[in-house]
């Protein structure tokens, strides 16, 4: 096991340096500083986070990873879990994945080097086991939010995907016309629940099949593809699920392009409900999640789980925020 001593020695410093290079202290010059980091990364060295916590000492940060920061649902999310932090006298360090468990991965581990207190993760990974075992290595409380991937035994704070998604199908069969959903290629456990309450309202009322076009991420940029690939095959009016609320903007503005009118000619649904995107001209319809909320309960939670034993985070606790209609123009 590689310790503070053999990063010491290999970039010819103390053990005090290595500390404050750890640390991020100011009072290391830049080419020490860039010595000891060539040395942990060479090494593989990892700080233990569990020795500055047996010391009982709490550095007042808390971390958070999302999956799109460019994504409105992230910037909401961010001011509610900073509204409540900022007032309990915690700083917020933000990263961003972009849906890469890779990167995710990189995030955390660093914020765990740096001595966060917790961490609020939108997962990236559908591997629950992931998190618990990173949470029990690192001695850090973790609070999914938005997703909860399976096999997860730690808090998570979620919006009401399945039933949300089941009123929105009943919607949709209110229009009497083929539906098209849009689904994830590679699927998390909320366009999974989305997609699976689209599909039980359709059931219960014995309506027609439930056409899919897959998508590669939940952005715009796909959602425009998307709905050119329906366009392509599309002979009569459409109700179409676009999962989430950037994507059914993509969506829109492929059919718009085409000089489709809706929701005449297709009747597109989101789900989120984004205040950013909603400007009163054209608004998508969606099932709105109040994503601030959201966040500030994701933020009390984790300050609940900081001040508790690590016994006490493994419980698989998890908050369900009800969500609801905002009708708009497209549908």
């Not at 618990?132 to 730690?154: C, D, K």
């Not at 039980?200 to 939940?218: H, K, M, S, W």
């Not at 366009?231 to 009016?237: H, I, K, R």
Request: glycine content about 8%.
């Amino acid at each position: 096991m590689v310790t503070i001593n053999d990063v010491a020695q290999a970039s010819r410093v103390s053990k005090s340096t290595v500390s404050l290079v750890i640390n991020d202290s100011r009072s290391v010059s830049g080419e020490t500083r860039r010595r000891v980091l060539a040395a942990i990364e060479t090494l593989g060295y990892k700080p233990n986070p569990n020795a500055r916590k047996l010391k009982g000492a709490k550095s007042r940060t808390v971390g958070i990873v999302v999956t799109h920061l460019e994504n409105p649902f992230s910037a909401e999310l961010l001011a509610g879990v900073e509204r409540v932090l900022e007032h309990a006298g915690y700083t917020l360090f933000a990263g961003n994945s972009r849906d890469e468990i890779a990167k995710e991965r990189m995030y955390l581990e660093r914020m765990a080097v740096s001595g966060v207190d917790g961490v609020i993760v939108i997962p990236a990974s559908e591997d629950g086991e992931y998190y618990n075992a990173f949470a029990r290595e690192h001695n850090i409380p973790l609070v999914m939010a938005s997703r909860a991937p399976s096999g997860l035994r730690l808090p998570a704070v979620l919006p009401d995907n399945f039933q949300g998604a089941y009123r929105i199908g009943r919607k949709m069969i209110g229009f009497k016309r083929p539906c098209v959903a849009l689904e994830a290629e590679k699927p998390n456990d909320t366009s999974t629940l989305r997609l699976a309450g689209i599909r039980q309202a359709l059931a219960e009322a014995e309506y027609g099949p439930l056409t899919t076009v897959r998508v590669p991420d939940f952005t715009t940029q796909a959602g425009f593809a998307a709905g050119e690939k329906i366009l392509a095959s599309m002979t009569e009016p459409l109700t179409i699920f676009a999962i989430n609320d950037m994507l059914a903007l993509g969506v829109v503005k492929a059919l718009s392009l085409h000089k489709k009118s809706i929701p005449r000619d297709a009747a597109v649904f989101g789900f989120d409900g984004l205040e950013a995107l909603r400007n009163g001209i054209f608004d998508i319809t969606s099932m709105h999640i109040p994503v601030a909320e959201l966040g500030s309960r994701a933020a009390r939670l984790l300050l609940e789980k900081i001040s508790e034993p690590a016994s006490a985070w493994f419980g698989g606790e998890k908050i369900t925020i009800p969500v609801e209609l905002l009708l708009g123009h497209s549908a």
